[in-house]
């Protein structure tokens, strides 16, 4: 069966490509990302994720999907819109801890397979100068929380519990177990 990457991100497929897998198609799912009302983040990634999956399932395929997204309490912090939104996201994580949260579902054969993964990833605090020179660099842009931890926000993140994989986007080990289980042969470790 095919593999199809319900993703556009770039990080998603160099994360995939790091461990020899390389979708036969990417083809992005287009979908509210809107979370519910009250909806906590651990359910909320699972259920987009999901979506995503379905929304490009088809015979013959296999289609793997995913969904990240970060979390202060129980207040989820997508990709923000704005620098003011991105700011204000990077002021609310200063000094703190965070959770990354990624759903994964896989979709194959009418059957489902799903995961959610969660680090646990303490910023440090951050002045105004380091909080502006990252908004000038725009690595905000696209990204859950406002920062990507495999580029110059690095040097914020003194410590993570967990996956750094699902920090950048895509739990690789548990990903791997999922693919596998949906009888998928193309990794090659």
């Known amino acids: 069966m095919r593999l199809v990457l319900a993703s556009a991100s770039p990080r998603r497929l160099e994360l995939l490509a790091q461990v020899g897998i390389v979708p036969d198609a990417v083809r992005p ?14 359910p909320y990634v699972a259920r987009v994720a999901l979506a995503k999956a ?27 819109a704005t620098a003011a939104e991105a700011v204000a996201f990077l002021q609310l994580m200063s000094g703190r801890r965070h959770r990354v949260t990624t759903g ?5 054969a009418g059957r489902i397979w799903q995961r959610a993964v969660e680090t646990s990833v303490r910023m440090k605090r951050l002045s105004d100068a ?18 990507g931890i495999q580029g110059l926000a690095a040097a914020f993140i003194p410590a993570i519990n967990g996956s750094y994989s699902n920090v950048v986007g895509l739990p690789l080990t548990e990903t791997l177990g ?7 042969q193309g990794a090659h470790i």
Request: charged share 25%.
């Open 178 to 184: 999922l693919l596998a289980g949906a009888g998928y």
């Open 29 to 42: 799912a287009d979908i509210d990302e809107t979370p519910l009302a009250g909806e906590l983040p651990r």
């Open 54 to 80: 379905q929304a490009i399932a088809a015979d013959g395929t296999i289609v793997l999907a995913a969904d990240t997204t970060v979390a202060v309490g129980r207040r989820i912090l997508g990709k923000p």
């Open 104 to 108: 994964v579902a896989i979709v194959a």
């Open 130 to 147: 380091e909080i502006s020179a990252y908004i000038r660099s725009d690595e905000w842009r696209g990204k859950a929380g406002g920062y």
